[in-house]
Each structure stands twice: as C-alpha cells, then as structure tokens.
C-alpha cells in the first residue's frame, strides 16, 4: 500500500491483517453453506427460503470481496488455501445435515448472530484506528444484522403459517 494511506493505520498491521483472514475465512464458510443450504433444502416455503438463501450466499462472497482486497492494500495476503478457512475461521461451518427448512435457517440464524458478534468486535478494534477497515466492517455488520433479522422474519412467517 501507498505509504502515506499506511500512515494512517494507527494499529499492529499485521495483527490487523490476521483479523481480515479470519473474517475472509468465515465469509467463504458461510458463502458456501447457504449455497449448499439453498439447494438442497425441504419443506415449507421452500421456494422463499431458496431465494433469501441464495441472495445471502451472494451477499457473503461479495463481503469475502471486501475483505481481500484490503488485506491487499495493507500489503497482506488473503488465505490462499481453503484448508486454512476451517484453522482461522472464528465462526465455523455447519453442514446442513438435516434439509428441514427450519433447522437450516436456524443454522444460518446460529452463523449470522456470530458474524454479528465478530464484525462489532472489528468495528470497536479500529475505530479511531483505521477508518478504512472500521467503514467496511460496518458496512459488513450491517449486512449481517440485516441478514439475521431476513431469516427470523422468514422462520417466523414459516411458523404463522403452520
Ligand atoms: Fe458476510
Ligand atoms: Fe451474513
Ligand atoms: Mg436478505
């Protein structure tokens, strides 16, 4: 990165750095669960729940986006081996063993809520520290926040409808 944009990052660079792989981590784990999740799940309002699913999916991979490339501009290098996405990831993986509708929404629910947890740490780590990584794990949680109230919305409409 430019050394006058670096100047500005007023924490541990490479501290930062691992944070962002670890947030890129999770960011591909639940891309690919709610990709999964969207094709192979049952039941009730199948059809409302693919379309949420596959949008959230979009949504993820478009975060793991934001990420890399300011791991790049820091001059770090965005986790080249998907086996490293289970070793750093902070939030994990959760097959969708069981395609009942309401069980992989509440997975997703589970992952969201600690995507939530995770960017609002990001958010409180560079605030004041770095303004660049602090707007986009803002606009990440925003997301996120956004995604986890999509999916109770729909659990709950699901339910009503039963
Ligand atoms: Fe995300
Ligand atoms: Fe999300
Ligand atoms: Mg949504």
């Known amino acids: 990165m430019g050394t006058k944009g670096l100047s500005l990052v007023k924490m541990d ?6 944070k962002l792989n670890e947030a890129l981590a999770d ?4 891309y690919y669960q709610y990709w999964v ?3 192979i799940v049952k039941g009730a309002m199948k059809d409302s729940a693919v379309a949420e699913l596959t949008e959230h999916a979009g949504d993820e991979l478009r975060h793991a986006g934001m990420l890399a490339d300011r791991i790049l501009q820091l001059d770090g290098t965005p986790i080249l081996d998907p086996k490293e996405w289970f070793e750093k990831s902070g939030c994990g993986y959760m ?22 947890d995770a960017y609002s740490k990001l958010v409180d ?13 803002l606009e990440i949680l925003k997301d996120e926040i956004e995604h986890e109230d999509d999916l109770q919305t729909l659990v709950e ?6």
């Open 37 to 39: 999740g969207a094709k």
């Open 125 to 137: 780590m560079t605030k004041d520290k770095d303004p660049i990584t602090y707007q986009i794990a």
């Open 13 to 18: 660079v490479k501290e930062l750095i691992e």
């Open 157 to 162: 409409d699901i339910e009503a409808a039963r």
């Open 95 to 116: 097959a969708p063993l069981d395609p009942a509708v309401l069980k992989i929404l509440d997975q997703n629910i589970k992952g969201e809520q600690c995507a939530i």
């Open 27 to 30: 960011e591909w784990l639940a």
